[in-house]
């Protein structure tokens, strides 16, 4: 995914002299033909994250659409103010792309584990907030991030997460995706948790539940014509993010609910509890511990249904 990205950044810069890109500490080689391409619109300033915001807004000031790209903790909470002061409040067309939202670098521990970083994005205002469930998406999201108005925070998997939705499905920013047909229960999930939300879903058929999946990848704004459509008339709504309960994906899902007057039954919310991850290891590991792996999350679904 995160290769996907940045390639599609070269190409987009390839056919609109506006695009620049500005990265921070990405590694050797990285960007390396847009550098030599595009050498006055493709730099590379070193560990110096809350600088790159602050010169991105610069560039968007001038007439530029910069992406700007490090790791999604430093993005989000080393850079918050400039983020806020220097886009929010200005409302420039700068795009944030944070490599590893999510427990991705669980090796590396709490410090680089971006568990909130969706939460604090959607809470400013004009920030939009996208997290793409694979490559393929991420494709199709690239050119439409061109024009779209005001910031935008792009959250990353690892890279080489699996292919899950389907290669015909349109993508739209905004536009939730139907992966599965909802029956009793209907599983609500952005980013790469689509995969285990569809491996769910597969458990639960097997036992007689018929269970729906709808991928949003863009979190801020909500589809809300899209959950109006799908949710009433369910008897279990489950949310489910990589991503700290509070202030998250299915926080921001209850108060499309609720502020819209969409008529729900039960929910459940399956993420990360009120506490900062300890453990290391892998993504998978981690996801495994905080019960967001397919096989626990049908297994909370089978419980609340009981």
Same mark, same amino acid.
């Given at each position: 995914?995160?290769?996907?990205?940045?390639?599609?950044?070269?190409?987009?810069?390839?056919?609109?002299?506006?695009?620049?890109?500005?990265?921070?500490?990405?590694?050797?080689?990285?960007?390396?033909?847009?550098? +030599? +391409?595009? =050498?006055?619109?493709?730099?590379?300033?070193?560990?110096?994250e809350q600088h790159i915001v602050g010169m991105a807004a610069g560039l968007a000031i001038e007439g530029y659409i910069p992406y700007v790209n490090t790791i999604? #903790?430093?993005?989000?909470?080393?850079?918050?103010?400039?983020?806020?002061?220097?886009?929010?409040?200005?409302?420039?067309?700068? $795009?944030?792309?944070?490599?590893?939202?999510?427990?991705?670098?669980?090796?590396?521990?709490?410090?680089?584990?971006?568990?909130?970083?969706?939460?604090?994005?959607?809470?400013?205002?004009?920030?939009?907030?996208?997290?793409?469930?694979?490559?393929?998406?991420?494709?199709?999201?690239? =050119?439409? #991030?061109?024009?779209?108005?005001?910031?935008?925070?792009?959250?990353?998997?690892?890279?080489?997460?699996?292919?899950?939705? =389907?290669?015909?499905?349109?993508? +739209?920013?905004?536009?939730?995706?139907?992966?599965?047909?909802?029956?009793?229960?209907?599983?609500?999930?952005?980013?790469?948790?689509?995969?285990?939300?569809?491996?769910?879903?597969?458990?639960?058929?097997?036992?007689?539940?018929?269970?729906?999946?709808?991928?949003?990848?863009?979190?801020?704004?909500?589809?809300?014509?899209?959950?109006?459509?799908?949710?009433?008339?369910?008897?279990?709504?489950?949310?489910?993010?990589?991503?700290?309960?509070?202030?998250?994906?299915?926080?921001?899902?209850?108060?499309?609910?609720?502020?819209?007057?969409?008529?729900?039954?039960?929910?459940?919310?399956?993420?990360?509890?009120? $506490?900062?991850?300890?453990?290391?290891?892998?993504?998978?590991?981690?996801?495994?511990?905080?019960?967001?792996?397919?096989?626990?999350?049908?297994?909370?679904?089978?419980?609340?249904?009981?």
């Amino acid at each position: 995914m995160r290769k996907t990205c940045l390639n599609s950044v070269y190409e987009l810069a390839k056919r609109d002299p506006r695009i620049v890109f500005v990265g921070s500490d990405l590694g050797a080689g990285t960007m390396s033909e847009m550098l +030599e +391409e595009f =050498p006055d619109r493709c730099y590379m300033e070193g560990v110096s994250e809350q600088h790159i915001v602050g010169m991105a807004a610069g560039l968007a000031i001038e007439g530029y659409i910069p992406y700007v790209n490090t790791i999604a #903790t430093f993005m989000t909470r080393r850079c918050y103010e400039q983020v806020a002061i220097d886009l929010c409040l200005q409302n420039l067309p700068v $795009r944030l792309i944070g490599s590893g939202g999510g427990v991705v670098y669980a090796p590396l521990g709490s410090t680089h584990l971006a568990t909130e970083d969706m939460g604090i994005m959607r809470a400013l205002p004009n920030m939009g907030v996208v997290a793409p469930a694979d490559a393929l998406q991420m494709a199709k999201l690239m =050119p439409q #991030t061109v024009e779209h108005k005001g910031p935008l925070y792009i959250r990353l998997g690892k890279g080489g997460d699996p292919v899950v939705t =389907p290669d015909e499905a349109p993508l +739209e920013l905004g536009r939730a995706l139907l992966l599965r047909e909802p029956g009793e229960v209907l599983l609500l999930t952005t980013g790469v948790m689509a995969q285990y939300c569809l491996d769910a879903a597969d458990t639960l058929g097997t036992a007689g539940v018929s269970c729906g999946v709808m991928h949003l990848h863009t979190v801020k704004p909500l589809d809300v014509a899209a959950l109006a459509r799908w949710v009433p008339g369910r008897r279990l709504v489950v949310t489910v993010e990589e991503h700290m309960l509070a202030t998250g994906f299915g926080s921001a899902v209850i108060e499309a609910l609720v502020d819209n007057g969409i008529d729900h039954g039960r929910i459940l919310r399956r993420g990360i509890e009120d $506490r900062f991850p300890t453990a290391y290891g892998s993504q998978d590991s981690l996801l495994a511990g905080f019960g967001l792996r397919g096989d626990a999350i049908a297994e909370a679904v089978s419980s609340a249904l009981m």
